[in-house]
């Protein structure tokens, strides 16, 4: 009996924060591969154990199947990641493709260019953070730098727990009972130089 191996197709899109649409990406990538599933995800690309989306997809591919990215930052920017990742997905017999340079991760030339790739994409998150703490560094000597600032919902569960304190109750369970935390209503009470 003749055992019939079936291939699949998934198409991975991610973007970093929620504000963001990755449906646009999958919509792309669903024009060149139309019979493929689609995995969606709003994580960071800094760390692959992080995001469960991925993860699980990683768990359900088989020999024959093919994971579909537009660019490789979808995947990672670790390059010890990428290509440790890479290396588990060629033993079980995956392919990636990366659809905005045209290659696949199994052919000798991908594996080159995937490599250099996962170098400068890693060197970009770098030199971005860096450029990031050299802002902050800059916007702290100027006295313009105020940190993180809390979302109007935070802000207004701050507030609400300053009512709990002002009628007695301990700071702690304040919090607890405005559904904040402890840290971040101390935080908003320094921030805004409220003395109780």
């Known amino acids: 009996?003749?055992?019939?191996?079936?291939?699949?197709?998934?198409?991975?899109?991610?973007?970093?924060?929620?504000?963001?649409?990755?449906?646009?990406?999958?919509?792309?990538?669903?024009?060149?591969?139309?019979?493929?599933?689609?995995?969606?995800?709003?994580?960071?690309?800094?760390?692959?154990?992080?995001?469960?989306?991925?993860?699980?997809?990683?768990?359900?591919?088989?020999?024959?199947?093919?994971?579909?990215?537009?660019?490789?930052?979808?995947?990672?920017?670790?390059?010890?990641?990428?290509?440790?990742?890479?290396?588990?997905?060629?033993?079980?017999?995956?392919?990636?493709?990366?659809?905005?340079?045209?290659?696949?991760?199994?052919?000798?030339?991908?594996?080159?260019v995937l490599t250099i790739m996962a170098s400068v994409s890693q060197m970009e998150r770098e030199l971005m953070l860096e450029r990031q703490k050299a802002g902050i560094e800059e916007a702290k000597q100027a006295g313009r730098y105020k940190g993180k600032q809390a979302s109007p919902l935070t802000i207004k569960k701050c507030k609400e727990a300053l009512g709990y304190v002002e009628a007695g109750m301990p700071k702690e369970k304040a919090a607890k009972a405005a559904g904040v935390g402890v840290a971040t209503l101390y935080r908003y009470i320094k921030s805004e130089n409220i003395t109780l």
Not at 27 to 40: D, G, R
């Open 1 to 112: 009996m003749i055992e019939i191996i079936t291939m699949s197709d998934y198409i991975y899109s991610r973007v970093s924060t929620k504000e963001q649409n990755s449906q646009s990406q999958a919509k792309e990538l669903l024009e060149s591969y139309p019979e493929a599933m689609v995995y969606e995800e709003k994580q960071s690309g800094k760390n692959i154990i992080d995001r469960p989306v991925f993860q699980e997809l990683i768990k359900s591919v088989k020999a024959g199947d093919r994971i579909i990215v537009r660019e490789l930052s979808r995947i990672g920017r670790n390059t010890r990641d990428v290509i440790d990742l890479f290396e588990e997905l060629e033993d079980k017999g995956v392919a990636v493709i990366i659809k905005e340079l045209q290659i696949d991760s199994t052919s000798a030339t991908g594996k080159m």
